[in-house]
Each structure stands twice: as C-alpha cells, then as structure tokens.
C-alpha cells in the first residue's frame, strides 16, 4: 500500500480550502496592520476634500458612451468605475482623463465579466467544476487575472458561485454545480487566483492580480421555474445550508467585493436587502469590500416593486448596503436630495465611499493607474496559458458511458468520420457567448481540428449533419437536410464521432430553457447515425445538464465535454484517443426527464421516500423518480476498488474531530484518476437533514494495481448545519459516513457526535 498518493502540500492546501469553505476561515486580506493603517488615513485623509457630488461619482460604475460621456464625467468627478471598456490603450486613455484632469486625480476601477479566462478561454465553470480538482479554478482564475490585469481590467466579476437545482436556468454553466461544498472550495480557489499571489498573500495590488467580485448574492441561482431574474423564495435554513456557504468560504479568503443580484429573496429584492447585504455579509460575516449592484439592478427596484421611482430605489438600495451602482444612474442624480431630506444620511455615503476608495488603494490603483501596453502580447494567449486551459479541459470531461470499452479510440484508425453542427465550430467550443470576455474564435481549436492534430496518419471527414439553407452548419439544428451526407460519411468511416447537444448562444444569461433535449433534431441525427450500424461515440457539448436517456441507450460511448475552451478541440482529442484518461465527476444531477426537475442528491428524506414498490411513497405514477446520472457520477478507461474503510472513532466530541479513511486502488489496466468522495448523513436532527451531503473529494492518480489511503477529517463544521433562525448547530446522535465513487456511495460505518 503506497503512501498517499497527493503530495503533502496538496493535502494541507485542500484543506486550508475546506477549512475555509466550511466557515473556519483563514483570511488572507493584506495581514499587515501597518499598510491597513496607512491606506484608512490616505482614505479619510481624500475624503475630507471630497465634495458631495465626487463621493456619490465615486458610487457610479458606467458602460461605455458615445465619445466624451465618460471623459467629461471622469472630469467632474462623476465616475467611480467603468465596465466592459476593453483595449489597454482605451483604458488608459480614460485614466489618464480621471487622474490627470479631476480635480482629486482619484482613478477608476475598470472591471469585466473575465469569468473562464480573458483571452484563453477555461472550461466553463460548470466544467472545470466537473474535474473536482479546485486547483483548476485557481489556475483559471490566476490566469485570467493575468491576461485582465496586463490589458488594462482591474476588476472581474467572478467568480459566479450561485448554488442551482434547476438546469432550465442557463447560468448553470457559470457556477460550480448543485453542491455547497464543492462550490465553497472552487470559490475559495477562484478568489485566491485572481487577488493572491503563490504564497496565498493578498496581492491584488500586483500587477498580475485583479479585485475579485462574488456572484450574485444571494440565491438567484434558485429562481422560479428556473426563469431567469425570477423569485427566489425559500427557508431560512436552506438559504444558510445551501445558497450562503461558497459566499462565505470566499469572503474569509479575503475577497475584494461582493456582486448584489437581481433576484427577489423572500420578497425583498438583493439588491435593497439589509439582511442579506448588511446583517449576513457585514454585520455577521465582516465583509471588508465593497457591494456592486448588477447591471441596472438599483434601477430595477421599482419593477421589482420595492421602489416607487428612481429616488426611491437609490434610497432602499444604498440604506441596505449596496455602494456601487451599476449603470443606472440613480445615485448621482437623487442622492444630494435623499441626504438633504434625511432620507440616507451622511455615514452611509460616506461607507460606501471609503469602502471602495479602500480598495482602490488595496489594488494599487493609485501607485498604479496605467498599464503598460508593451507587455500586452506577452501576458495574452501565451503557450503556457494554452497549455494549462487544455490540462484544465482535460480533467473537466466526464465519461458517462463507454460500452464494451469503445473509448479510448485506436490512433492507427484508417478513417474517423466527425458528425454535428458543433464539431467544426471555433467558436462553440468557446461556450456560452456572455461570459467569453476576450476569447477569440480565431485562438480556438474545434473538435474536429483537435483530431485532426490528434491522428495525422488517419483520414478525418467532416459533415455537419445539421445544416442551413446554404449548406452551412446550422447549430439548432432545425433541419434533416445534412443527414444523408452524415449517413454517407459515418457508412465509410472506421468510427463516427458525434458531437451534439445545445448551442452556446443557448447557454448563460437570458438563456433559460422550458426543454432541456438535445436541441432540435439532433437526437434524430443519432438515431440516423446508429441505424448505420457502423461504430460511433459520442461527445457532448453542452452548458447545462440535459434530459438524455434515448441517447444513454443507444450510444455505446458518451463523453461529457461541456464547452471545453480555447483548446478543447485538443483535449477533446486527448480523452477520445486514450492521451488522456476521463477523470471527471458530474457537478450536476442529469434528470431522465424535465418534470422530475428540481432533482438533486442533497434532497431529504421526506416521511414517505420513493418505494417502487409502494404507491403511497413520494415519486411520479408515470415515470422515473431517480435520475440517468447522479451527481459525483464519472467513469475512466480503468476501474477502481474500495476496501477498508474506517473511522477513527465510534464517538466525536463537538469540539473534536474524526477521521474517516479509504483504501482505493486501480483495478484496470490503465493509469487513471479517481474522485473519492464523503458523505454524511445526520438521521434524527432538529430540521429533517439531506439524505447525503458532501463532505469531502480528493482526486487521486493511480497506475495499474496501485493502492493508496484517502483520508478526510470531521469536525463540527462537516456535521453541523443551520436553523431557521441562520444559527449553526451542531447536535449529539448519531452521523452516517458514505464513501464511494459517486454521491450513490455506500455506507461505510457511522460514529456519534457526543
Ligand atoms: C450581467 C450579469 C452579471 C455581470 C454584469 C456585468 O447582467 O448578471 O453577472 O457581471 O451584468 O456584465
């Protein structure tokens, strides 16, 4: 039995991140009083110059204007902040307006939605999600820091660690999955990559490092028929043991500002929510940054209902917390009346002036307010950045089925057919439009160019099976003109690789789905693909799960691979071809059909579980209840087996800890990875409990006949969880321990919290 596989310093980072994620947070703001000290009174001292007109400018973040807008409000003072201006040159020009010509010389944050990276584009993050490996979203995050930062982008609002049971939502493909816990340790992993350097010091004054913004708080990742902007309304327990728990991993990881959503939560909008935005974040937590409110979302309030007009809206959503107004322009322009009618005082402008001021400073704006256009092409799209995109992608891919093992491909195949309106595409495998940043099309590797690259020696023919009326790849695929050339192709070839599922301009913001099929005919241009009776597998590309048991029947081979990125093309090619070996887990349960939706592992009990056998049980007379692929569900081209499970001891006192450890060893012939998961179940408890909940992963690589021990600690922070008052507790009896490969694990002894 080989010592643990990880090397120790993998095991003590893992978990500082768990640590942080369950609460005990290690903070990693500037830890030095000295320069917190120096950088308040640079703060009180430019306040006290500043004039009320430039403290509420300070509140204003503004999108690009015709020519001079901006330029003459940086002037005057009006302008704090500015999103989705891009260019180094651009940028500086209108920092040198701000600094050189206001009267206070105060510069701008400009900031942009660098969510997978800047120009290589990640996975997206439901993918890189998929890997379970955190470390990948620090490298993202540390190279879309780079690449932001070195064009001139101060600001990324990332990252987006909204927890979602609800796949029609289309910003799943944003965030980190359904799970709390894993969204807790990829929050933290983010916030470190984009502000802190290798030594996990706050750094976001470096000139590779950004602010770093949460999103979206709180809860919009739940809303109503998962219809986008739509009401959130749940317990208070399960906002505290479901929604909170990344948002508060990641501000003791130090974050520098906190994005207020669009959403109502129990009927109070979040971005005018005193609970939310100062009682839980401030009060409770000590958030030190600043609130930016979404994208007009101040201004919203009155649709909400909330506001009764713009003044209103200003008055409700800066008496809340939120300090930075996005777009709308309600601050600047009622603000001097709502403090002359007492309706917002002084102290709360003034808050919010300092906060933002405060980061500023801690981001090295002031020393630093211009970027150096000469180091542009050397901090973009480099080799390095290429490399680490495409080692992200692979770890992110999910093998969800491989029959009679037809992954991995043969590389000596004579012939590879490529079918699907995806396939050829640069511009889908960067994934869903709204979160690109910079990624350009061009930069992109396809499917089809990844084999290609892959198999020289093989012939590779291409038909997009989906085609428009030109003849061009159609990706809704609303047509079965372009099947018989697909048919023809797939009939000559060795293999067939098809590639289907949704279109990424269907994917993200705005983007929700009330079906969540393979888009269009798509599932047909299996079916004709099949009918050949020629071998073909199948590659997914899409940014959310999807309703797919026709396919999961008559595919031998499936792999997940999300929107993979600026290289995906290659690492689609480096798993289909055995270079890579799938390691990845679903962040995400795959319902079997839309009306099981909202499905997920983490569900309760309930006084009647489903019993197949039992009418009187909870589940549906006309269909399944359990799902095609559970959450934490992941093949590889080996096989792995659990033995010897053990938990330290039978007893844990509140204030202790247990260990529960696992001997897991590749069974195959092939090197792979592992994800070994915990769970834990709380069987008798003051709120009914989860039937499962995660409580801790740990990817391991293992050569054939290799064996090493995964070991996870407990302490009260795995087994306590939130009341309806928001109180952790944590209560004696007993907790099931749950040790496998997937969120189905088995149950491998239980011990009492005493
Ligand atoms: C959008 C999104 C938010 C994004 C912001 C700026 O509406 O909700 O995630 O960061 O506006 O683009």
């Known amino acids: ?350 808050n919010a002036v300092r906060r933002i001021l405060t980061i500023k400073y801690e981001a090295g704006l002031f020393d630093h307010p211009y970027v150096d256009v000469s180091q542009v092409a050397a901090h973009t799209l480099t080799a390095a950045d290429r490399a680490a995109a495409r080692s992200a992608a692979d770890r992110s891919m999910v093998l969800l089925k491989n029959a009679g093992n037809a992954l991995p491909l043969s590389s000596t195949l004579p012939s590879i057919a490529v079918v699907g309106p995806a396939a050829n595409s640069q511009q889908e495998i960067l994934g869903t439009p709204g979160i690109g940043a910079q990624g350009q099309a061009a930069d992109a590797v396809s499917v089809v160019a990844g084999i290609k690259a892959a198999v020289p020696g093989t012939t590779v023919t291409y038909a997009p099976g989906c085609i428009d009326g030109t003849g061009a790849a159609d990706q809704t695929c609303a047509s079965n003109a372009g099947f018989h050339a697909a048919v023809t192709a797939a009939q000559s070839a060795a293999v067939t690789v098809v590639v289907v599922g949704e279109p990424a301009a269907m994917s993200g913001e705005a983007e929700s789905r009330s079906n969540i099929d393979l888009i269009g005919q798509e599932q047909h241009l299996v079916d004709a693909i099949k009918a050949t009776g020629r071998p073909f597998v199948v590659v997914l590309m899409n940014g959310r799960p999807l309703t797919i048991p026709a396919l999961d029947a008559e595919s031998p081979a499936i792999l997940e691979a999300w929107f993979p990125g600026t290289e995906g093309g290659n690492a689609v090619a480096d798993i289909l071809f055995g270079k890579a070996n799938p390691g990845g887990k679903l962040p995400d349960t795959f319902p079997q059909n839309l009306g099981q939706i909202p499905l997920y592992y983490n569900h309760d009990s309930t006084g009647r579980p489903p019993d197949p056998n039992n009418k009187y049980t909870s589940k549906y007379n006309d269909g399944p209840f359990t799902p095609l692929y559970p959450f934490g569900y992941g093949l590889s081209y080996t096989t792995f087996g659990f033995s010897n499970p053990v938990i330290s001891s039978t007893t844990m006192r509140s204030t202790g800890s247990v260990t529960v450890s696992v001997n897991v060893q590749n069974t195959g012939a092939r090197t792979g990875d592992e994800v070994v998961q915990l769970y834990i179940h709380d069987p008798v408890a003051s709120i009914v409990q989860p039937v499962r909940r995660l409580q801790g992963f740990q990817r391991v690589t293992l050569t054939p006949g290799q064996t090493t021990t995964v070991k996870f600690t407990l302490n009260r922070n795995s087994v306590g969880f939130f009341d309806n008052n928001g109180k952790f507790v944590v209560e004696p009896g007993t907790i099931e321990a749950y040790v496998g490969d997937s969120s189905t694990a088995p149950l491998v002894g239980s011990f009492s919290v005493v």
């Not at 204003?60 to 020519?67: A, D």
């Not at 439901?126 to 690449?147: C, H, K, M, Q, Y």
């Open 1 to 350: 039995m080989d010592a643990a596989d990880c090397s120790w310093s993998g095991w003590v980072w893992l978990s500082w991140v768990l640590l942080a994620a369950r609460g005990v947070g290690v903070t990693t703001r500037s830890a030095s009083e000295t320069s917190a000290a120096s950088v308040a009174n640079k703060v009180n001292a430019l306040m006290a110059q500043m004039t009320i007109d430039e403290k509420l400018g300070q509140l204003q973040q503004q999108v690009p204007q015709p020519p001079g807008v901006l330029e003459t409000q940086a002037k005057n003072g009006m302008l704090g902040a500015v999103l989705d201006l891009t260019g180094a040159t651009n940028i500086n020009a209108l920092q040198h307006v701000a600094v050189d010509q206001s009267r206070l010389h105060i510069p701008l944050i400009f900031g942009l939605d660098t969510i997978h990276g800047y120009s290589t584009i990640f996975p997206i993050p439901l993918g890189e999600a998929s890997s379970f490996d955190p470390s990948i979203g620090r490298t993202d995050a540390s190279v879309g820091a780079d690449e932001s930062a070195h064009n001139g982008i101060k600001q990324v609002f990332a990252p987006m660690i909204d927890v979602s049971h609800d796949p029609r939502w289309g910003r799943v493909a944003e965030g980190a999955g359904e799970d709390p816990f894993l969204g807790s340790a990829f929050a933290v992993a983010r916030v470190m990559g984009s502000q802190d350097n290798a030594a996990g010091k706050q750094d976001m004054a470096s000139a590779d490092k950004v602010i770093a913004t949460l999103k979206h708080f709180v809860a919009y990742g739940q809303p109503e028929g998962g219809r986008d902007y739509n009401t959130a309304d749940m317990s208070i327990q399960r906002l505290w043991n479901l929604y909170l728990p990344p948002f508060k991993a990641a501000v003791d990881a130090g974050v520098g500002s906190v994005m207020s959503a669009f959403d109502a939560l129990n009927g109070v909008p979040s971005t005018a929510n005193p609970y939310t935005e100062t009682q839980i974040l401030r009060t409770q937590w000590g958030f030190q940054g600043f609130i930016d409110s979404d994208y007009t979302a101040v201004q919203e309030l009155i649709a909400h209902g909330l506001a009764a007009d713009g003044a209103d809206a200003a008055r409700l959503a800066l008496n809340a917390g939120t300090d930075m107004e996005m777009v709308s322009t309600n601050y600047v322009t009622f603000g001097k009346q709502l403090l002359a009618q007492r309706l917002i005082s002084q102290q709360t402008i003034d």
